[in-house]
Every structure is written in C-alpha cells, then in structure tokens.
C-alpha cells in the first residue's frame, strides 16, 4: 500500500482523537527507507518558543558607525552583531531575511565530549549515551531554518571534525539534499606531532552544500591563476578584443580514431598537408583536432595559422590560436580552473597569531584563521553577498568579511550570533569578587561583549598590535550590536500592539534603512517613525494609537514630495492589506504597504511548523508551556 493511501485510511479510522490522528499521519510521512535515525532531544531554548515570539533590540550605545561615510553616497555595509541563543535570532531573521543569504558559514561544536558542546545548560561528555542524539537534535533545528535563510544561489559551509562528520554529512543530505552536495573540503590545519599514538589527525573538513544544483556552476569563483600568462606572449593586432594568444598544433594523436577527421588541408604553397606531418592520407590513429566545418571557419576568421615545420622550409604544421579572452568559438570567456577542495597552505597557529595581534593576549582558543574564512567566503565569485555566521565566537567571519572587502572593493555584509556565555573559570572569579549574573559587570566579560565585539571594533577603528605597531582600522564599515528579547506570543491585541512596536529595529534590518528623520519631517516617534538609507530609499512604521488615522493622513503629503527611486516601505498596524492600500491610496504608485503583526505572525508560522512545535508535546507541563493545541491555534493552523 502506497503512503497516500494508508493516510486516506487513518483520516477515516473512528475512535481516535485529531491529535492521535495526526500523530499517526506523522508517522507515516517521516518513516525513512535510508538514513539518520536518532532520539529527538528537547531543547529549553526551543521550549521558549512556545510562549514567546524573539525580537531584536539595538544596543545604541555599542553601534560603530563612521558618520563621514554614512552622510556621504556612498554604499557602506551595515554588519550586524546579535547576542542570544541562535535558535531564538535564526527565527527572527526568517522575518528579515528569509532567502536573502548567499553564503553560510558555521563552525558549530564538534562534540568532542570535551566540555566544547552544552545542551541546555550542561556539557554533553563522552559517556552521555544520547551524546550524538543531543547534537543531532541540535543541529537539525538551526540548519532546517538556516536552509529557509538561504537565496536560491546560496551556499553554505560547515567545520567540523572525525567526531561528527559522517552524521553531519548524512544529517545535511536529509536537510538541505543529497542533490545539492558539492564537496568536503580538506583542511590541513596543522604540520603534525610525533607523539602520536597511532596515525597523527591533521586535518579537518569544510562541508559544502548549495540551496540548489540549479546554479552550481556559475555561483561558485574560480581560479583565474591558474592559467601561466606568460605563456600568451602572442598578440594579434586586428583582433586586440581576443586578448593575447599562444599557438597550439592541430593534430592529435593517441585518440579515438575517426576518418572525418583525417583529411588533406591546404598549405599556403599549395600543398596539401595531413595529421603527423604526412602528405598524404594514411591511417595510422593521428587525425585532426577540429573537423572540416569548423577549419573552414577557423581560416576565415583567422584562428588558424600556419607554420614552417622545420628550418630547412619543408612541411607545414597547422596550428590554431589560443587567445585569453575568447574560446576557439569566439565566445567570450575568462580562463580559470575549478578550485580545489584542498586546503594547505593556512594554519590552524594563524588563528591564535590574529588573536594575540589585537588583544596582545590569546584570550579564546576555539577560533579559526582569518585567512581561511576569507578563502570559504572567496569560493563565492558575488563579492557583494550577505554572509550568516551563527556560531560567530571570537567574530572571524565578519573580520575576514571586512578585511576582503578592503582588499577587492567587495561591499558584503556580514550577520554574525552568538550568546554571551561566560567561560566557568571567569565565572567563578567574578562571583567570589560579587560580581552577580545578570548585572552589567557580569555581562561585560561574556564572549559577545569582550571578544567578537571587541574584537571587530578594534579591526574598525584601529588598534595597537602585539609589537606595539599602529594598525589602521577599516573604517568604511557600520556595525550595529543587539540582542535578542521577547513578546508574549498569545495574540491577544495587546500583544499585537506591542509586537508592533517593538518590530522597529527588526524592520530597519530587513530593509537596511537606520537613519531616523521622524523629528525633522515633524512626525511623533510616538506614532510613527521614518527611516532612509540616505541614499534615496525610506521606509516608514506607522504604530497603534489614537491619532493613526491623523497620522495617515500627514504621511501622505510627505510621502508625495519624496524623490525616489523605489517604492517606500510602509508598515503600519493594520488588520489587512486592504485597508491600507486604501487609506494609502493616493500615494499607491509610491509605496509597498505592509500590514503589521501580521507579516511577522506568517514569518514566525512557517518556523514553528519547522520546528515541529505544532505537533510535539510540551516537555513539562509544570512550566505552563504551551500545548500543542494552543501553538496550532495560535498561528490559527489546521492540525491535520
């Protein structure tokens, strides 16, 4: 019996309940031939999720933003820093960027069982018997919504070490599809040691997939050096757009043998010439490399040439031209080579030297080369991505995002997440001194705060290095700090309202506008507020309150007079699109109404049924955590 039509019989079935019903169709729909079976872990981080909807808030006080370049028109990317669980900030970026990354990095925890991997709240050791289970459990919640993150030509790159490669490899063919496998890239992280006790590990993998195979081969850069220049010392002077060229022999030998192309050629004396310098047709496995048609067209369009075979002025050997910037079709091309899924030439000890070279300390050892984060982000041939690093650390990625936009003009932008976890050695020092958690002391030496921002505010505005030699910081880079909080998800209208308001800064992320004009355009924040990127592009939020459709009305004058060159993004409390467009009409042709909670609601729906939410039980009814009933009603879904 095929699935449909076992499922058709349980929708049938008398004597059970719609959440026994659906339970069984799950069933059915997730039973696998081949694969990964492991034991689902629950998550507290992910329990959350049940009673609250995450949100961003700014930290102004921490943003890095060079007002001379922000004030000016030119493009300055808004990096972005968010401190939380990953869970909680990969679900609110499924509202800001959902298919808008074009290249993931992550160097998630090996599971090592050495102190390196915690699940709520406690290091999974080797002796945990659901160890892999718990990582499996981890994994496969972040990378499902990072696949929805995702563009149609994203990419994504994933660490990761012996302890957990075969899973992660099979866990990612279920995920993100087998299909869209490309390769596990070899690292050599280190020379060796002569201690060991076996075979030395000196490597470690990039595992890399696509979104789709649709685009494989034009998403990825390739290897311009790898073709000798030197070697294109010929230039034909009537045909200056073929670039420079070098001369290659017609003939072939050692191939599949084919009469068609063994044929007589005529010489420029007259003669006529054969494959291996014969002078007549003779079968003996040598043939040209291009058939008849397409010699003929070769003379006509001068890619052939030929030349004397020897000093002595006898024979002639036909060559054809191999120019840089066309194929011997007259297509246009750039000479390259594929690259290679080999990596020797960085060391893991550059990791710990860049570092030291800013904090003068190595003050956090699980980190990665600069070097090789701009060689992962550099297999991306579009030097104008948006880069996701959710597992950020120390903050590399975003340092290699910045230094190689400095180095080729690049204009990516970088979103890195991390929590702000203190390391247990800090943590006891600063208690017995009665430095509490939660306070603002405590916080401060969490990684979020005293490294990866440290860090990247350092490499931004300049900063002494380890000998004591200035380093000039790269400026043409905003970074904006926030963190991750929360609003009651039940939809009552308060919360709606509240949800509303506090989706700001989320909005100024998804539409990369952050520079407030509210006060001077003479608007109330307290209604509603309006933002430009300063380059011609504005988008305004319009709040509940008892002077919204006063409100309105003002906005439409104003957004009259705006000279722009896309629509404005207006988002306002509204139960419908329709509505809005209506109040809006008069300016339609001017802006892209949004409705609000609503837009969010539909963004958030989508993770929770990623999650599964709607179909698992609550761990403990103890903490009144939503039932599944209560999350399918809340995002008003059909159980079934």
């Not at 329709?578 to 008069?586: G, K, P």
Request: aromatic share 10%; net charge negative; proline share 2%.
């Amino acid at each position: 019996m095929n699935k449909q039509d076992l499922i058709s019989k349980i929708k049938k079935l008398d004597g059970l309940t719609q959440k026994e019903r659906s339970e069984l169709i799950e069933l059915v729909n997730t039973k696998k031939k081949y694969g990964l079976v492991w034991e689902d872990k629950a998550e507290d981080v992910e329990e959350q999720l049940r009673n609250n909807l995450p949100v961003l808030k700014e930290v102004k006080e921490k943003a890095i933003i060079n007002d001379d370049v922000t004030l000016s028109a030119v493009e300055v990317p808004n990096h972005i820093l968010i401190e939380g669980d990953n869970l909680h900030a990969l679900t609110a970026l499924t509202f800001t960027h959902e298919g808008a990354i074009d290249v993931i990095y992550i160097d998630p925890p090996y599971n090592t069982g050495n102190k390196d991997f915690k699940y709520n709240d406690s290091f999974v050791d080797k002796e945990d018997s659901y160890r892999h289970s718990k990582w499996l459990s981890f994994m496969d919640k972040r990378l499902r919504i990072a696949k929805r993150l995702l563009s149609e030509k994203g990419m994504i790159f994933i660490s990761i070490d012996d302890n957990e490669q075969a899973q992660l490899k099979l866990l990612c063919n279920e995920v993100l599809g087998e299909e869209n496998f490309i390769t596990n890239i070899i690292w050599q992280k280190k020379t060796g040691a002569s201690d060991a006790k076996t075979i030395d590990t000196i490597t470690e993998y990039l595992s890399v997939f696509t979104k789709s195979n649709l685009y494989q081969t034009e998403i990825f850069n390739r290897n311009t050096e790898s073709y000798d220049l030197k070697r294109y010392r010929n230039q034909d002077e009537f045909f200056e757009h073929r670039g420079p060229y070098y001369l290659d022999s017609l003939d072939r030998g050692g191939l599949r043998y084919s009469d068609s192309l063994n044929y007589g050629i005529k010489c420029p004396d007259g003669t006529i010439c054969f494959p291996n310098g014969r002078t007549e047709f003779v079968n003996d496995g040598w043939t040209w490399k291009w058939g008849k048609t397409k010699l003929e067209w070769g003379i006509e369009n001068k890619f052939i040439d030929f030349r004397k075979a020897d000093k002595k002025g006898s024979g002639w050997t036909v060559c054809y031209k191999n120019y840089l910037n066309v194929d011997n079709e007259n297509n246009l091309m750039n000479r390259s080579a594929p690259l290679k899924n080999m990596i020797i030439d960085i060391k893991n000890a550059d990791a710990a030297a860049d570092i030291k070279d800013i904090f003068t300390d190595n003050i956090f050892k699980y980190t990665k080369p600069v070097k090789l984060i701009q060689r992962v982000i550099n297999f991306s041939n579009n030097s104008n991505s948006t880069i996701l690093d959710f597992f950020a650390g120390s903050g590399t990625t975003l340092h290699a995002t910045m230094a190689l936009n400095a180095d080729d003009g690049g204009n990516r932008q970088c979103i890195m997440v991390t929590n702000n976890e203190v390391d247990t050695k800090t943590e006891k020092e600063l208690l017995e001194k009665g430095i509490n958690k939660g306070t603002e002391k405590f916080e401060a030496f969490g990684i979020c705060q005293s490294v990866t921002y440290e860090r990247n505010k350092r490499v931004i505005q300049g900063y002494t290095n380890a000998k004591g030699v200035d380093v000039t910081g790269l400026e043409k880079n905003n970074l904006r700090y926030y963190k991750s909080e929360f609003v009651p998800s039940n939809k009552s209208e308060t919360n709606k309202r509240l949800l509303t308001s506090a989706s700001t800064e989320l909005l100024c992320i998804k539409e990369d506008c952050y520079t407030d004009v509210t006060a001077e355009n003479g608007f109330k924040a307290a209604v509603c507020r309006i933002f430009t990127n300063s380059r011609g592009k504005f988008m305004i939020v319009v709040y509940h309150s008892r002077e919204q459709i006063e409100v309105c009305e003002q906005l439409i004058p104003f957004i009259q007079t705006l000279e722009i060159e896309q629509a404005v993004k207006l988002y306002a409390f509204s139960e419908e699109k329709e509505a809005l467009a209506e109040m809006f009409f008069d300016v339609a042709d001017k802006i892209e109404a949004v409705p609000l909670p609503d837009a969010i609601y539909n963004a958030y729906r989508a993770t929770f049924k990623t999650l599964k939410l709607d179909k698992k039980e609550p761990v403990s009814r103890e903490t009144k955590a939503t039932s599944v009933e209560e999350v399918a009603e809340l995002f008003n879904e059909d159980q079934d």
